[in-house]
T-cell receptor, first 114, second 118 residues
Framework: DTGVSQNPRHKITKRGQNVTFRCDPI?????LYWYRQTLGQGPEFLTY????????KSRLLSDRFSAERPKGSFSTLEIQRTEQGDSAMYLC????????????FGQGTRLTVV | AQKITQTQPGMFVQEKEAVTLDCTYD???????LFWYKQPSSGEMIFLIY??????QNATEGRYSLNFQKARKSANLVISASQLGDSAMYFC???????????????FGRGTQLTVWP
């Protein structure tokens, strides 16, 4: 399978715990995006990378959120001190810079904070 | 102001009929791209169709076509010959800026739930 891969698919955590999600983009794609989707809403942009550089961050990305893409390949999204409001689907997408093609999305990680 | 507005929370269509899903957008950037994605209950976002702001013709991809009316800032998705498997949430999205600019984010609408009945 050469699509965007996200792990884990589901995560249940207690409030206050830290969680980390992983995204493996399509191998030749140099742009990687993180979005958050809550029930009944469209995805909301969090941040994106071009290669290993984080080029844009949304104001939604509080200090408790951090994303990395250390070698320009896979990326991790960490949420520290989780809150119930963090419960959502976290979607990763990748695309190829310089083309007018779409972003390809993974199947997402569903986070539930109890 | 909302960048993308989808005013139809739900739409119903009979199998084999055509359906139009509405989308209006708001941007002052002369360069932008418009996208439609399908999200089945499994959660994955599936790309359907793309329209660039400078494209002269409406985009088509198989049974999907995009009715692009630039002056009205609308980008409606038309699905012809609906199939039961088309039942899903549909999202309209926009990316501002020229291709290759550092502006990479997509702005999404709230989606339209399409139900196809036999």
């Amino acid at each position: 399978d050469t699509g965007v891969s996200q792990n884990p698919r589901h995560k249940i955590t207690k409030r206050g715990q830290n969680v980390t999600f992983r995204c493996d983009p399509i191998s030749e794609h140099n742009r990687l995006y993180w979005y958050r989707q809550t029930l009944g809403q469209g995805p909301e942009f969090l941040t994106y990378f071009q290669n290993e550089a984080q080029l844009e961050k949304s104001r939604l990305l509080s200090d408790r959120f951090s994303a990395e893409r250390p070698k320009g390949s896979f990326s991790t999204l960490e949420i520290q001190r989780t809150e119930q409001g963090d419960s959502a689907m976290y979607l990763c997408a990748s695309s190829l810079y310089g083309t007018n093609t779409e972003a390809f999305f993974g199947q997402g990680t569903r986070l539930t904070v109890v | 102001a909302q960048k993308i507005t989808q005013t139809q929370p739900g739409m119903f269509v009979q199998e084999k009929e055509a359906v139009t899903l509405d989308c209006t957008y708001d941007t002052s950037d002369p360069s932008y791209g418009l996208f439609w994605y399908k999200q089945p209950s499994s959660g994955e976002m599936i790309f359907l169709i793309y329209q660039g702001s400078y494209d002269q013709q409406n985009a088509t991809e198989g049974r999907y076509s995009l009715n692009f009316q630039k002056a009205r800032k609308s980008a409606n998705l038309v699905i012809s010959a609906s199939q039961l498997g088309d039942s899903a949430m549909y999202f309209c999205a926009m990316r501002e800026g020229r291709e290759g600019s550092t502006l990479g984010r997509l702005y999404f609408g709230r989606g339209t739930q399409l139900t196809v009945w036999p």
